[in-house]
């Protein structure tokens, strides 16, 4: 054989040496990945995110949901399969799907606009309001517009999750004074509740919880005698008006609250 004739022979054996090194490299890459994806029940995420966007069965579709929940933060690509199946004819899938971008955390940020949408689904809304606690500070400039809603439950439970979210809630705080006005008492409840767990280094919402103690339903009384007990000696010009409610209020509940919140304000 002539040099001529075996070089170009060299040149294929080589080329062919080199694709057949790519081709191993890409297919163990595509493996590592495989590998690397998180699962649960033996399945990766992308194939649970295929049985909720596929399936004709509701049960397998809440299967996959409640099991990208399981997966947590690591089902972050799953939040657009999540977000469509908060729209499912089915209510036990679009609790699942809830409940699932809850557990993602605030990598699932971007289903904000369509929980709070699901806050004015019956059958949703509790868990519609818990995931906007743990998608966490991301969610609050939402539950903020959420707390005007022309829907009282949907104040409710935006001011829920505010409360839920904690002092990282904080940019809440005017709003939920405001809603310590409000007609509905299950608004005035939850609005005094929230702004108890997120403590703001603010009088003006010491001031208004205590002029809430003077509410005539004892659930929005008991609701800021306990969140005035959360602000501690913060809170102490409320100190005289709880100790006449731990004795003289009609309800023994109310006037634990009142007697055990002058406990935390004296620590």
């Known amino acids: 054989m002539s040099n001529r004739t075996a070089l170009p022979l060299v040149f294929l054996s080589v080329l062919s040496l080199v694709s057949l090194t790519e081709y191993s490299n890409a297919q163990d890459q595509a493996k590592d990945e495989k590998q690397k994806e998180a699962t649960f029940q033996g399945s990766t995420a992308s194939q649970w995110v295929t049985i909720l966007e596929s399936s004709k069965t509701p049960s397998e579709r809440r299967r996959a949901a409640k099991a990208l929940g399981h997966i947590g933060p690591d089902a972050k690509d799953a939040v657009p399969a999540l977000i469509a199946a908060l729209k499912d004819t089915d209510s036990p899938v679009r609790i699942s799907a809830a409940r699932a971008l809850g557990q993602i955390g605030p990598a699932a940020k971007a289903a904000v606009p369509d929980l709070i949408v699901a806050l004015g689904d019956k059958t949703v809304r509790r868990s519609a309001a818990s995931a906007l606690g743990q998608i966490g ?56 509740s929230a702004l108890g767990q997120i403590r703001p280094a603010s009088q003006a919402a010491v001031a208004a919880l205590i002029a809430t103690l003077e509410d005539t339903s004892y659930y929005v009384r008991r609701s800021a005698a306990v969140a005035l007990g959360h602000f501690g000696p913060a809170a102490k010009d409320a100190v005289p008006v709880l100790k006449l409610m731990s004795k003289r209020d009609t309800d023994p509940k109310v006037r634990n609250s009142a007697s055990s919140a002058l406990k935390q304000i004296d620590k």
């Open 137 to 192: 500070p991301d969610a609050v400039p939402a539950l903020i517009e959420a707390l005007e809603d022309t829907d009282n439950d949907v104040r409710r439970f935006s001011a829920r999750a505010l409360g839920q979210i904690g002092p990282a809630a904080k940019a809440a705080v005017p709003a939920l004074i405001e809603a310590l006005k409000h007609k509905d008492s299950d608004v005035r409840t939850h609005a005094a």
